[in-house]
């Protein structure tokens, strides 16, 4: 009776969580060619008529930013910022992560500044991080900051929607030298002294089409702006190299760089303890996600030789409770798995108090630029000191 209770409570917490986001369930009919029903087809024309208004929006922005009839603001620290063109996971947060070691290793001393989206504040900046302790925790700040100021001990970790504001206190209140970026491509209001853009090796232009018909956050031509671009989850299959040729033709005139997001960590929730990666191989294992892409975590898992005998995907950014950590455990009864594993980015969301029977661990992931690791410091070295 309990099971069915709790799996009863579990398909009503994801009924409650559809109707929230029936926007999303909406926007993911668009954009699954598979599905042709006449009523998703009219969505679709709707959605690329919506797609010209705001591509002319776009154009008529970006004639305001060249003509300098929007201000740019020009900061005193320098700004190295991380984004892309499309919407969903690029692997954004492990990069600016790399970036911020980096700098912080050649003696720079460092912030990061990021949007904080899904957290609750709703004033100008919020100091997540003040490079020496946390100041709020996930719900406040949103999961990106709290991942980024938990891994990068001595690095300033600000969010807010105004991005300006967030460099001055950076500059003035830390007196940080420079300043990371996070997703801030279409943020244009700021100087930036590089453009990294990031793109995925298994759809850099996504499908192709602007936003809401296609994932296309701006044309594809807004990547003139970019200084150098890095294709991210480059595995050396044949269509991810494909890509890389492609690129290299669009974009002649542009470095482009290749990187992996590569388990390197592998720690318990709650005590910290760690373990070899190689403890995963051949245990059955319970997993659950709420990422932009949860089933590329869960193909990484079996990558390393794990055995999946449950998994759970969440929507992007979705809270955890207990009640529904609970649910989770109580569904996977009839198919025990010796350990829980999830990712980093739901292990900052996790509720302070765990059920007592959920042994969960987490997988830390590292982005490895592998033999362009040089070339791309370099380049930005180069680009601060100028």
């Not at 006449?38 to 959605?47: F, I, S």
């Not at 890389?244 to 990187?259: A, I, M, R, T």
Request: proline content about 5%; some cysteine; aromatic content about 8%.
């Amino acid at each position: 009776m309990k099971d069915i209770s709790s799996m009863r409570r579990m398909w009503e917490w994801k009924a409650s969580s559809a109707r929230r986001t029936l926007a999303t369930r909406v926007y993911r009919l668009i954009l699954d060619e598979q599905i042709n029903s006449p009523g998703v087809r009219l969505l679709r024309h709707l959605a690329a008529i919506a797609a010209v208004v705001y591509s002319a929006a776009m154009s008529c922005r970006d004639l305001l930013f060249c003509h300098g009839v929007l201000p740019k603001c020009k900061t005193e620290c320098r700004v190295v910022c991380v984004g892309n063109i499309t919407l969903g996971g690029t692997g954004k947060t492990p990069m600016v992560m790399w970036l911020a070691r980096f700098l912080q290793q050649e003696g720079w001393k460092v912030a990061v500044v990021s949007r904080g989206y899904r957290g609750r504040y709703g004033g100008k900046v919020l100091v997540v991080s003040d490079g020496q302790a946390i100041r709020c925790e996930a719900a406040i700040s949103g999961d990106e900051p709290q991942l980024l100021a938990r891994r990068l001990p001595g690095v300033v970790v600000l969010c807010g929607s105004r991005r300006k504001e967030a460099v001055q206190v950076a500059l003035q209140d830390f007196l940080c030298q420079v300043v990371v970026l996070d997703d801030g491509f279409q943020h244009r209001y700021l100087e930036r002294d590089v453009d990294m853009v990031l793109l995925d090796s298994s759809s850099p232009y996504g499908n192709g089409r602007l936003f809401p018909r296609g994932l296309l956050r701006e044309k594809i031509t807004a990547l003139e702006r970019a200084d150098l671009l890095v294709l991210s989850n480059f595995d050396g299959t044949l269509s991810a190299r494909k890509t890389l040729e492609q690129l290299q033709q669009d974009w002649p005139q542009k470095p482009v760089f290749k990187g992996i997001h590569r388990p390197e960590r592998l720690f318990h929730a709650t005590t910290g303890e760690e373990k070899p990666l190689a403890f995963l191989r051949g245990k059955r294992l319970a997993c659950f996600a709420g990422i932009a892409k949860p089933a590329r975590f869960f193909q990484t898992v079996t990558s390393l030789g794990g055995v999946l005998a449950f998994t759970f995907s969440l929507p992007d950014h979705s809270p955890l409770t207990a009640d529904l950590l609970q649910d989770m455990v109580d569904a996977a009864r009839p198919r025990p798995a010796e350990l829980w594993l999830t990712t980093e980015k739901d292990w900052v969301r996790l509720p302070a108090v765990l059920p007592e029977d959920l042994q969960l661990w987490v997988l830390g992931i590292e982005f490895d630029l592998g033999e362009d690791d040089q070339q791309v410091a370099a380049m930005v070295l180069k680009r601060l000191r100028a």
